[in-house]
C-alpha cells in the first residue's frame, strides 16, 4: 500500500523559513512533486525532482527561495523553503508519479498517481 506522510507545516513570519517533508512507502517512483492550494484558488504545482538522479524543476514564483531534494536512504523528499511571503500561504501536497513518459518533468496534478494529506503553510505579514 503507498503512502505518503507529510509533515512540517506551520505558521512563520514574512521572511521566515520552514522545511517540509514527505514520507513515501509502498513503491517506488519516478518522480516526486509539490503541489500547493491556497484558499479559494486552484492547486497548483510547485517543484519537482526525480528519484534517480538530482534533477530539480521549480515553478517561477519560488525559484531561488524554495529547494526540493530526497534522502533515498529514507524514502523522503523534502521542501525547504526560505524568505517566505504571504502569499505562499496555503495547503503543501505531495505526490508521486509512478513512470517515466517521455518528459523528464510533470507538473500537472493528473500526471501525478498518489497524494498525500496535505500540511498547512501559514505566512503572516
Known amino acids: 500500500q503507498v503512502q505518503l506522510v507529510e509533515s512540517g507545516g506551520g505558521l512563520v513570519q514574512a521572511g521566515g523559513s520552514l522545511r517540509l517533508s514527505c514520507a513515501a512507502s509502498?513503491?517506488?517512483?519516478?518522480?516526486m512533486g509539490w503541489f500547493r492550494q491556497a484558499p479559494g484558488k486552484e492547486r497548483e504545482f510547485v517543484a519537482a525532482i526525480i528519484w534517480r538522479d538530482t534533477s530539480t524543476y521549480y515553478t517561477d514564483p519560488v525559484k531561488g527561495r524554495f529547494t526540493v531534494s530526497k534522502d533515498n536512504a529514507k524514502n523522503t523528499v523534502y521542501l525547504q523553503m526560505n524568505s517566505l511571503r504571504p502569499e505562499d500561504t496555503a495547503v503543501y501536497y505531495c505526490a508521486a508519479r509512478r513512470y517515466y513518459s517521455g518528459r523528464l518533468f510533470y507538473t500537472a496534478q493528473a500526471e501525478y498517481d498518489y497524494w498525500g494529506q496535505g500540511t498547512q503553510v501559514t505566512v503572516s505579514s
Open positions: 509502498g513503491r517506488t517512483f519516478y518522480a
